[in-house]
């Protein structure tokens, strides 16, 4: 059970604690004993250990702290449900966003690759490709652009003559 928690501990510290303990045991005396060495270790990788769950938590404390202040200045949902007639509204508009972005973003590049708009100014162009990086971005998430960022590229040169 401890090897499972050292591993996931590890995993969280980038592996710290395993590191410090493996440059340290070159410099055990050789008087000492197997059973010292592994209580050095093991202490070694406690002491490393709490320091890396405190980080955690300092770092959890740090989010709800920021996500407290967020709702503070900007408001919640439940504020907005208190005004009458525009905070429901709000509510809709707000969550209509996603969507309306996404298919918005659909529609121009169905226009687009159809070829029923031709013609474009390189600043149209530049304008749809950012577009597209911000909304697909925010649907998909950083790691799927990350993961089509080497595409666009390579089109994006092949286009301007540089391949």
């Given at each position: 059970?401890?090897?499972?928690?050292?591993?996931?501990?590890?995993?969280?510290?980038?592996?710290?604690?395993?590191?410090?303990?493996?440059?340290?045991?070159?410099?055990?005396?050789?008087?000492?004993?197997?059973?010292?060495?592994?209580?050095?270790?093991?202490?070694?990788?406690?002491?490393?250990?709490?320091?890396?769950?405190?980080?955690?938590?300092?770092?959890?404390?740090?989010?709800?702290e920021f996500n407290n202040?967020?709702?503070?200045?900007?408001?919640?949902?439940?504020?907005?449900?208190?005004?009458?007639?525009?905070?429901?509204?709000?509510?809709?508009?707000?969550?209509?966003?996603?969507?309306?972005?996404?298919?918005?973003?659909?529609?121009?590049?169905?226009m687009i690759f159809s070829?029923?708009?031709?013609?474009?100014?390189?600043?149209?162009?530049?304008?749809?490709?950012?577009?597209?990086?911000?909304?697909?971005?925010?649907?998909?998430?950083?790691?799927?652009?990350?993961?089509?960022?080497?595409?666009?590229?390579?089109?994006?040169?092949?286009?301007?003559?540089?391949?």
């Amino acid at each position: 059970m401890s090897n499972i928690f050292t591993k996931a501990i590890d995993f969280f510290s980038g592996g710290l604690g395993s590191s410090v303990v493996n440059a340290v045991k070159e410099y055990y005396p050789p008087s000492m004993s197997e059973q010292e060495k592994a209580e050095l270790d093991f202490r070694i990788q406690n002491a490393v250990d709490e320091k890396a769950l405190k980080g955690q938590e300092l770092t959890n404390e740090a989010q709800a702290e920021f996500n407290n202040r967020i709702a503070e200045l900007e408001g919640t949902a439940k504020d907005l449900k208190t005004i009458p007639v525009l905070g429901p509204l709000m509510l809709f508009l707000r969550g209509c966003q996603r969507p309306i972005w996404g298919y918005s973003t659909l529609y121009m590049d169905f226009m687009i690759f159809s070829g029923k708009w031709s013609g474009l100014s390189d600043a149209q162009e530049s304008a749809l490709w950012i577009i597209n990086l911000l909304v697909l971005g925010f649907l998909f998430g950083e790691r799927a652009i990350k993961n089509v960022t080497p595409l666009i590229e390579r089109i994006v040169k092949a286009k301007l003559g540089k391949a």
